[in-house]
């Protein structure tokens, strides 16, 4: 099995998602245990090289208890730093919103927030725009 699928069939898993069907997994499946979730992530993060496993979030950064799939689930610190590390890495966009259960938009999106695409490079029209770069007008000056 090719390490891209691999990658594709753990993620489905993690994000409550049945990896050959796109069912949703019910709330109360094994899948759907936090202690599960973090077991799938680090298996990604050992299938792609990350080396030594991270020590296990704080309570206030785990994931959503119910998660349905990576869409419209929100980017942890660890999946962000994955997708900018692929990113740099070569892989294309389409790559990585497989990889990361995401529409093309999210992971354009998510890129532009993260400095790693310019906005007008966005091949699918955004919902919101980027958020300014500058500190005067994060801070609403």
């Given at each position: 099995m090719e390490k891209e699928q691999t990658l594709r069939i753990l993620n489905a898993l993690a994000n409550g998602v049945h990896p050959a069907t796109g069912e949703k997994f019910a709330a109360d499946g094994p899948?759907?245990?936090?202690?599960t979730v973090r077991a799938l992530f680090e298996a990604?993060?050992?299938v792609e090289?990350?080396?030594?496993p991270a020590p296990a979030p704080a309570p206030t950064e785990r994931r959503p208890a119910l998660p349905q799939s990576g869409s419209g689930s929100r980017w942890s610190s660890e999946e962000e730093q994955r997708l900018a590390s692929a990113f740099d890495a070569g892989r294309t966009v389409?790559?990585?919103a497989r990889a990361h259960g995401r529409s093309r938009a999210a992971i354009e999106a998510r890129l532009v927030r993260l400095g790693k695409m310019d906005a007008s490079a966005v091949t699918t029209?955004?919902?919101y725009p980027p958020k300014p770069a500058t500190p005067q007008a994060r801070q609403g000056n």
């Open positions: 899948y759907q245990h936090p202690d990604m993060r050992a090289g990350g080396g030594t389409d790559e990585l029209p955004l919902r």
